[in-house]
């Protein structure tokens, strides 16, 4: 017969398994959410745009479920050390992918904007900046499935990537409105989309330095490259 020792640690472990399952349930949904949004811009699909908008409330409440189970586990268990750890970073990663799925969110509805007008020559740039962005964030999240520390750390420094690009995009949009006054408001909300898809990045480095701080107890160094020279 196990001891109640036993039963505490095992019943433990199912809940931290079950929070871990939410978390890889949110992850892929943000991640979908992000294709989606520069699929129905691609293919200027209001109506599919739309439905990605009304599918951000599924992760909302995913969120807020594993934020309930998080509470539930610190209230009963109380864990230290290695167990703590966990239940904290569960709880920032779950905040980091929600705002994930709100900033796709934001560029299905700005697609829906654009839509009412004739396309834009640099929205064409959009699906590269989306691609490394998704790159990133998968990165991230398998880095966090496997508890990998040093994966967290080599998806981190690839941020200034996306800072790089996005810069690049930045600028491109601004020299394409100074040529052509008449496309300032639709390439405005392209600037808008493009910081989205950028903050998604930051997120996505958030959840690996997480990650970072699971397994090993501490803060990433400070240090951390910033490549976005659009205050410049």
Known sequence: MAAPHDHIVKSFDAELERINGEIARMGEMALSQMQAAIDVLNRRDSKAAERVVINDDAIDELERTVSNDVLRVLALRQPMARDLREVYAALRIAADIERIGDYAANVAKRTMVLNQ??????????????GLAGELLGEALEAYRLRDAGRSASMRDRDAELDAAYTSLFRELLTYMAEDPKQITPCTH???MAKNIERIGDHATNIAESTWFLVHGEQMSAGREKADKTSE
């Open 190 to 192: 392209l600037l808008f």
């Open 117 to 130: 007008s004739a396309p834009v020559a640099p929205a064409r740039s959009l699906p590269a900046l989306a």
